[in-house]
């Protein structure tokens, strides 16, 4: 029997095998993007650093968009404050090699010394390299005030 057939035969036996692997590498993500905003609040940049890509893009929901170097000294020079953030929603998707979540949540801390506490949505691009994943695209938008 060759590796191919063998594959088809496991697949055809097991098609929940794929099910449970999809299911535990989307919880896997969804706490690592939870454990990446632990990381901001409390200033763990080494983590952080070996999260983002190098090729990284982080637009705030402003429109300021930095890259992994921009957002690593911001974190450690305290430019960028995250004091709290509380993930209300969150879901990913998976597809060959690539993640995207998409959340919302609350988000405040200070840029610059000037405080902020707003509602966003997010959406967070990894891609896996080897066995890690990757946080190669970060977009925020800020949610319209409830009435």
Request: aromatic fraction near 10%; glycine fraction near 4%.
């Amino acid at each position: 029997m060759t590796k191919a057939s063998l594959f088809v035969l496991v697949l055809f036996l097991c098609p929940d095998c794929l099910f449970a692997q999809s299911v535990n590498t989307e919880s896997y993500l969804l706490s690592l993007s939870q454990a990446k905003f632990k990381w901001m609040v409390t200033k763990n940049i080494d983590s952080l650093k070996s999260l983002i890509d190098e090729r990284m893009q982080y637009v705030h929901s402003n429109g300021w968009v930095q890259s992994k170097q921009e957002v690593l000294a911001d974190f450690a020079s305290g430019k960028l404050v995250y004091r709290e953030v509380d993930i209300q929603m969150a879901s990913v998707r998976l597809y060959e090699h690539m993640a995207i979540v998409v959340g919302k949540g609350r988000f405040a801390g200070e840029v610059s010394k000037t405080a902020f506490d707003m509602e966003l949505m997010y959406t967070e691009v990894y891609v896996q390299k080897g066995q890690r994943w990757q946080l190669v695209s970060r977009h925020a938008n800020r949610m319209p005030p409830q009435p």
